[in-house]
């Protein structure tokens, strides 16, 4: 079977959570959830639906797919993924392994595992070994940075309401933390995602202060996030749990990251890493280090389906991180929806999910 044709697309889909937008790194205020959505065809008729990594490189990620990647990789056969993908991966070794480059070709595998689960009439989560006893996962309430303490304990209130059990706040103070934590009650979970902010000794300093409020785990705390050496340091520094791994590229950052005794969680991303094929090898080796690991995939399309496929194939229990948002249309419709705080891990072939490509078509920028 071979790839006929790749075809990227910049979705921009308005949103809504329950209070005013968060601001970008450039100050403007975040309007829209951005994706670029990957959808490959192949000469067997066979149509997969991948997802690399957007946001505010959206633009730079669709641009590579578009004049780089799909020249290098339609014409080529595709029955045997690692292989094309350890080709391609080799092809662009000197143009960086963790990249808006790895991005792009991590929504290609997704798209091609999605394909070749189709051609093989089985979910993804049974091609990595799944039993399909697992049938849901647990969502837990990502929430968007909210700023002020007034605004943190409107949309937990929100939260509550749903029937979610475990939340994450993005925020940078002691004081939305502890607004957060009398909102949701003592014995709440809660975990705090700083999007890499901190120095090193801020960290150290943030992380005594933050103790009192039973933190599941502190995510990514410091800048730059591959300072290894320093996360273990902070990690023996408190007894919060570190958490970190969405801005892992490849399998080896991943092997560093554990050799360094830096996290309590690592939390590999498909979207981001080289796809289903990078990050169950990620997810692989934690389990054999005995590390948790949690993947990161709180996206609204097929990189949430691919997430859900790798949790359903990981043995015990484990979550999946829903960004709290309500959007304006969805493009994988009510699946994509939490009830109750869960997600249905899809039992179709592939990803078993229907892309609704007018919703795509009506939000896709040019």
């Not at 202060?209 to 933190?215: M, S």
């Amino acid at each position: 079977m071979k790839i006929t044709k790749i075809e990227p697309m910049f979705l921009a889909i308005p949103y809504e959570h329950g209070a005013p937008k968060p601001a970008m790194g450039t100050g403007a205020a975040r309007g829209t959830m951005d994706a670029c959505y990957v959808r490959v065809e192949t000469d067997a008729g066979l149509v997969g639906w991948g997802e690399s990594f957007g946001f505010a490189c959206c633009p730079i990620t669709h641009h590579i797919l578009k004049t780089f990647i799909a020249p290098m990789a339609e014409g080529r056969e595709c029955d045997d993924i690692g292989a094309l993908m350890l080709d391609l991966h080799r092809r662009v070794q000197n143009m960086g392994r963790n990249s808006p480059l790895i991005f792009a070709l991590s929504g290609l595998d997704i798209a091609l595992w999605d394909i070749a689960g189709k051609a093989k009439g089985l979910p993804v989560h049974e091609m990595l070994g799944s039993s399909g006893k697992k049938k849901r996962v647990e969502a837990y309430a990502s929430l968007l940075r909210l700023d002020t303490p007034e605004n943190v304990r409107k949309v937990c209130d929100i939260v509550l309401s749903r029937g979610y059990k475990h939340v994450k706040l993005h925020e940078r103070t002691v004081e939305a933390t502890a607004a957060a934590r009398a909102a949701l009650g003592d014995k709440f979970p809660l975990m705090l995602d700083t999007n890499c902010t901190w120095t090193p000794e801020q960290a150290r300093d943030m992380a005594k202060r933050l103790e009192q409020y039973d933190l599941a785990w502190l995510e990514e705390p410091l800048f730059p996030p591959d300072d290894y050496a320093e996360l273990a340091r902070l990690r023996k520094a408190t007894s919060i749990p570190v958490a970190a791994g969405e801005n892992l590229g490849n399998l080896l950052d991943t092997v560093r990251m554990l050799d360094a005794g830096a996290v309590d969680v690592v939390m590999p991303d498909p979207i981001k890493m080289g796809g289903v094929t990078e990050c169950w090898k990620a997810l692989e080796v934690a389990r054999e280090r005995g590390v948790r690991a949690e993947p990161h995939s709180p996206w609204f399309g097929p990189g949430l389906a691919a997430g859900l496929h790798l949790v359903g194939a990981m043995p015990g229990e484990c979550m999946i991180e829903y960004y709290f948002a309500d959007l304006a249309e969805q493009p994988l419709g009510e699946m994509a929806v939490p009830k109750g705080g869960f997600l249905e891990i899809p039992d179709g072939p592939g990803l078993g999910v229907t892309v609704d490509e007018k919703v795509v078509a009506k939000y896709r920028v040019a």
